[in-house]
């Protein structure tokens, strides 16, 4: 590829390549702060070349590809190439993650003890682990949550996070300007503008933690609060694994023991301070 | 004249654990998890036993567990869910 770029995000290593330099400057300034793979492997490579040759230069449209490829992937205009490798990010570590037992789910830590986010799309756990991570919480990932097989442990996946539509105001009004990407708007998904994780996200991007909390959020109701019951949690947690059907027995024993030791809660909330609040009191009960 | 001979997939292949009421079966041989309540683990555990026929099978059943209704009829819905899940077969 003309231009490369390689990130160490947690315990991946991505390579990007791109046929044009644009959306790698809009990578290497959101990432600016991330390390470099340190032996110079990488575990997944994302390329985005032009959908056919001659449409690099004539309005070029983006297509992502990479070790492993959705057939009907769209291709995206430049102006959205940081979606693009974004997007192509997620795609290899969903498709082709096998280390990990992997979670579409948010991850905050505090004190050791690691809250879990998961629900639908819209749900809001992305901007809630972004608030929580200014907030006092340490943000381990606003998209994929890593379970360790081996010991049970949650690793950080802290990529940039992807804020969607009302929640660019929400983390406009909280954080320092120059930890934005570009506004992108039009995409497939609406209004897009990532943000690098704080200081202490990305030094502590080694640590894992302990998951102590599994939540599923849903924004726009009252406040309520329920207990889920293990199999409920299984059930939603097998649907929001991306890879737990490849991973056979390994995966089944690493996710019953999650369920099986960690409690779970279904939140409503109307607004993200309210959640916040109901999360602070989650952990000052876990810890009492 | 006997029914057809039923059989439990070896414990090796099926790892159970059970969550709040329900049973969750990984099946390694098809890489499937399925979700059963009661009386499908039951089932399984009496054919691990040894291979049975339905009637012989409620029989074992019925020293542990009290029926209601036609038992026959739910044996045999449960084994042919069993079998379809690759849990049991038939000789």
């Given at each position: 590829m003309r231009h490369q770029l390689a990130i160490q995000i947690g315990p991946v290593a991505f390579r990007i390549g791109s046929a044009w330099r644009s959306p790698l400057d809009a990578l290497a300034g959101l990432y600016a702060d991330y390390p470099e793979p340190a032996d110079g492997l990488c575990d997944f490579t994302v390329r985005l070349e032009p959908e056919k040759f001659w449409r690099r230069f004539i309005r070029p449209s983006v297509a992502i590809r990479g070790d492993y490829i959705l057939p009907d992937a769209v291709p995206l205009s430049l102006a959205h190439g940081l979606l693009a490798a974004e997007m192509g990010m997620n795609l290899q570590m969903a498709l082709g993650q096998k280390r990990y037992l992997l979670l579409h789910a948010a991850t905050v830590e505090k004190d050791g003890r690691a809250l879990v986010m998961?629900?639908?799309?819209?749900?809001?756990?992305?901007?809630?682990?972004?608030?929580?991570?200014?907030?006092?919480?340490?943000?381990m990932g606003?998209?994929?949550?890593?379970?360790?097989?081996?010991?049970?442990?949650?690793?950080?996946?802290?990529?940039?996070?992807?804020?969607?539509?009302?929640?660019?105001?929400?983390?406009?009004?909280?954080?320092?300007?120059?930890?934005?990407?570009?506004?992108?708007d039009g995409t497939p998904k609406g209004a897009i503008r990532h943000m690098r994780p704080n200081g202490d996200a990305l030094s502590r991007m080694g640590e894992g933690a302990r998951?102590?909390?599994?939540?599923?959020?849903?924004?726009?109701?009252?406040?309520?609060?329920?207990?889920?019951?293990?199999?409920?949690?299984?059930?939603?947690?097998?649907?929001?694994?991306?890879?737990?059907?490849?991973?056979?027995?390994?995966?089944?024993?690493?996710?019953?023991?999650l369920v099986r030791g960690v409690p779970a809660l279904a939140i409503d909330y109307p607004d993200t301070d309210t959640a916040v609040g109901l999360i602070d009191d989650f952990?000052?009960?876990?810890?009492a | 004249m006997a029914g057809a001979l039923y059989i439990a997939e070896p414990a090796a292949a099926v790892s159970a654990v059970a969550l709040d009421g329900l049973t969750l079966f990984f099946h390694a041989p098809s890489g499937m998890t399925h979700i059963v309540a009661a009386?499908?683990?039951?089932?399984?555990g009496a054919l691990r036993d040894g291979p049975a026929d339905a009637a012989e099978l409620i029989r074992r059943l019925r020293a542990h567990f009290d029926f209601e209704g036609d038992a026959e009829a739910a044996i045999r819905a449960r084994l042919d869910e069993l079998e379809a899940a690759g849990l049991v077969r038939r000789a």
């Open positions: 998961t629900g639908e799309s819209g749900a809001g756990k992305s901007t809630l682990a972004a608030l929580l991570g200014e907030r006092g919480w340490r943000l606003d998209e994929f949550a890593l379970l360790d097989m081996d010991n049970g442990l949650l690793l950080p996946f802290p990529r940039a996070v992807s804020l969607k539509n009302g929640a660019i105001a929400v983390m406009e009004a909280e954080v320092d300007a120059a930890r934005f990407g570009p506004r992108l998951p102590a909390l599994i939540l599923f959020p849903r924004f726009g109701e009252a406040a309520a609060v329920r207990a889920v019951g293990q199999a409920e949690v299984f059930i939603r947690l097998t649907q929001a694994s991306t890879n737990y059907v490849a991973l056979g027995r390994r995966g089944f024993d690493a996710l019953t023991g952990r000052r009960e876990l810890a | 009386p499908a683990p039951e089932i399984l």
